[in-house]
């Protein structure tokens, strides 16, 4: 494989798709509405998919082509859908409640980033550019997911928050060269079952609290301490 | 792909299959016997690992992994025993209904299964999707009862070990990617026998930061602290048979992923020294559940606390390194699991009868149950590190060896063990001595467990008493050839 360098069209596409979603994950954390939080986390599965489907092309790694389809089938439109069904069917709120206002939490969030560039950068001095680039971008994805799980506190963000971190670990597996299928696959069988579980804790948490606000079940395990 | 139908992999594969069965089986009664069946021809399996040493791309068996894989199919089989007669009680009160207890041998089999496939893998990427296949089993399990605080309990489960399990999957891509200029593209760079020999050659800055972030990942499934959080809620509200294994199955496959990945840091001149976080980590978590225990009313939960101590203390001796710790810790390790079991069980008798799972309902079990009492009497006895159980042996061990290499650090590691061993001892005596209390007139009516159900704690006891006051010379060359695996 050629080296891939700064300025080619290989490293400029990889780099736009990856701040792309990197982007998003920004543009998750300041929803204010479920509907648009859903629809956000398909447009980034969806850039997800084209990121991965690019270094497929680039790495002539046609394995990489089914994890671009997965993301997109799965993440871009069934999830997605479904849990649009969801928030309709179970009659949810449709505000997004936050245990921290938007502000200080983007403020946060341009800090993560930032940690995760000086620490990603310093440690892949003789890496390719691509790959130390992308890297930096899939551990801000993974933190930024954290972060909203973190602070948001209705159950149905916080799975969208994992599921975004999600797809920053699949940036960080398709943009290092050469990485066996084993994981690409995992990571795919993992969010669909991971729906399924969380499914069904909706749909129990939904007949018990009438609510799927986690502080529920705060208050109830220390209620049991 | 040939590598998944060696002999080794059966191990991993009867309760895989057992839970396939388990799925379509209706009845709960023939559903624990498969599910004895399928434990049963696991630890069968796992009992010819020793001569199976060897590894492929996928799995891998050396003494290390035959070692653990035996002690967790060996639980298994104990629990899978124990559980025949704990839901037929437990449907008998109606607790459980027909369903949920043939989900509940499907699933405990499943976990089973993955947990020994984890530890059997050669390849990081297998690792992690069975421990992540087994979390997801674990997390279902623990909300089986749909009380509200069991689904409380499996979603900080579940949100706690997927966050973890994220980190941990992040780590091996940065693992990969440290291992590329020694190993080159493909499986080679996944596998540990592949890693371990081409340590030196890895990139050292990127080993680091793969180390930080495996630490974090692995170490939210060995329960350290400050990452420990699902712990207490999970064993509280999980059935009684799946604490006992959730508390050594899952512990030890982490510690063994912590044990193993301080080899490859290790053998690398420009990577940082892993011993002082896992040390740190493990101390943490030490002292923080020693302390923990103090305010603790649920038993379940006072005893998951004692499991993160000693998965801490474990996690301690690994970070110590050198031969001798690493036995410590793997003989720490082996004991506490057998001991862990066997008062979980106890405990999950003593919760049916009394039809609660508090200090306060569950004294005086000598005067009410005089097998269950002195039973759990001796396990607890066990737990503190008292004679002639082996913890006792082990954490004397890795006193010494701290001694010998980090005077400083002997205080407040004792300081950690002395704390939760007085109150364990204080809590034997709350739970198994003085009269016992009134049972309420529900439960009286409801059916027990016959005192045969006793006979896997007992088995798990004498185990461990064997391994403290005359540990055989075969055990001990097998556990230092074990422990001689990571360098």
């Not at chain 1, 859908?81 to 709120?93: D, F, K, P, T």
């Not at chain 2, 390849?123 to 509200?148: C, D, F, P």
């Not at chain 2, 990945?261 to 896992?278: C, E, K």
Request: aromatic share 8%; with cysteine.
């Amino acid at each position: 494989m050629e080296r891939i360098v700064f300025g080619t069209l290989p490293y400029d596409v990889a780099h736009l798709l990856g701040g792309a979603v990197l982007l998003l994950s920004f543009t998750l954390l300041s929803q204010r509405r479920i509907a648009a939080t859903i629809n956000t986390y398909a447009l980034q599965a969806v850039v997800i998919a084209a990121s991965s489907c690019w270094q497929a092309y680039v790495q002539h790694a046609p394995h990489l082509y089914l994890t671009g389809a997965l993301a997109l089938i799965a993440k871009g439109v069934v999830i997605p859908l479904a849990l649009h069904r969801l928030v309709r069917r179970l009659r949810l709120s449709h505000g997004v409640e936050t245990a921290l206002g938007i502000f200080p939490t983007m403020l946060l969030g341009v800090g993560l980033v930032t940690l995760s560039i000086m620490v990603v950068l310093p440690t892949t001095v003789q890496s390719q550019a691509l790959t130390r680039e992308d890297l930096a971008l899939a551990l801000s994805v993974v933190l930024l997911g954290m972060l909203m799980m973190i602070t948001r506190t209705s159950a149905l963000t916080q799975v969208i928050g994992f599921m975004s971190l999600e797809n920053g670990l699949i940036l960080a597996a398709v943009s290092v060269e050469g990485m066996p299928l084993v994981v690409e696959l995992s990571v795919a069988v993992l969010v669909l079952v991971a729906f399924v579980v969380f499914s069904t804790f909706f749909l129990r948490l939904r007949a018990q609290f009438d609510s799927l606000d986690t502080r529920h079940l705060d208050r109830i395990g220390s209620a049991h301490r | 792909m040939a590598d998944w139908f060696e002999p080794a992999s059966a191990t991993a594969l009867a309760p895989l299959l057992g839970a396939v069965l388990l799925a379509l089986i209706r009845s709960p009664r023939l559903g624990s016997l498969i599910a004895i069946a399928a434990s049963g021809l696991s630890l069968a399996f796992a009992a010819r690992l020793p001569w199976q040493s060897g590894h492929g791309v996928f799995i891998l068996v050396d003494p290390l992994a035959a070692h653990v894989a035996i002690l967790t199919a060996f639980v298994g089989f104990t629990s899978a025993l124990y559980s025949r007669r704990y839901i037929a009680v437990e449907i008998a009160a109606g607790r459980l209904d027909g369903p949920r207890a043939r989900q509940y041998h499907a699933l405990f089999m499943s976990f089973l299964g993955f947990m020994l496939l984890a530890l059997l893998s050669n390849n990081l990427g297998v690792t992690w999707v069975a421990l992540e296949a087994a979390t997801i089993s674990a997390v279902l399990v623990v909300g089986l009862t749909r009380t509200e605080s069991a689904i409380a309990a499996s979603w900080k489960f579940f949100i706690l070990c997927g966050v973890g399990i994220a980190l941990a999957l992040f780590g091996t891509v940065v693992l990969y990617l440290a291992a590329l200029p020694a190993l080159g593209t493909g499986y080679a760079a996944m596998t540990w026998t592949e890693l371990a020999r081409a340590a030196p050659n890895c990139r050292g800055t990127l080993l680091n930061l793969a180390f930080v972030f495996l630490l974090v990942g692995y170490g939210t499934k060995a329960g350290l602290a400050p990452l420990h959080g699902w712990m207490p809620d999970a064993h509280a509200e999980g059935p009684t048979p799946v604490s006992a294994v959730l508390s050594g199955s899952v512990l030890n496959v982490a510690l063994v992923v912590i044990l193993r990945l301080r080899g490859i840091m290790a053998s690398n001149a420009q990577a940082i020294d892993p011993g002082p976080p896992i040390m740190a980590l493990g101390l943490l978590s030490v002292l923080f559940a020693a302390f923990s225990l103090w305010g603790r009313r649920d038993v379940k939960r006072f005893f998951a606390f004692s499991s993160i101590e000693q998965s801490g203390l474990a996690a301690f001796a690994i970070g110590l390194g050198g031969a001798s710790a690493t036995f410590a810790a793997l003989l720490h390790m082996t004991v506490h699991t057998l001991a862990k079991s066997a008062v979980f069980q106890c405990v999950g008798s003593a919760a049916q009868r009394r039809g609660a799972q508090s200090f306060q309902a569950l004294s005086g079990l000598i005067a009410s149950d005089r097998a269950l009492g002195l039973t759990l009497a001796a396990g607890i006895v066990a737990l503190a590190g008292l004679p002639p159980f082996g913890l006792f042996a082990s954490e004397i061990l890795i006193l010494s060896n701290t001694m010998n290499t980090h005077p400083w650090l002997v205080l407040p590691v004792s300081i950690g063990l002395l704390v939760g061993g007085w109150k364990l001892i204080a809590r034997l005596i709350d739970l198994c001595l003085g009269p016992a209390t009134e049972t309420s007139a529900t439960s009286s009516h409801a059916p027990v467990m016959g005192a045969l159900s006793l006979a896997p704690a007992w088995v798990h006891l004498a185990l461990a008493a064997v391994l403290g006051v005359a540990m055989p010379m075969t055990f001990a060359a097998w556990l230092a050839a074990a422990a001689a695996v990571v360098p």
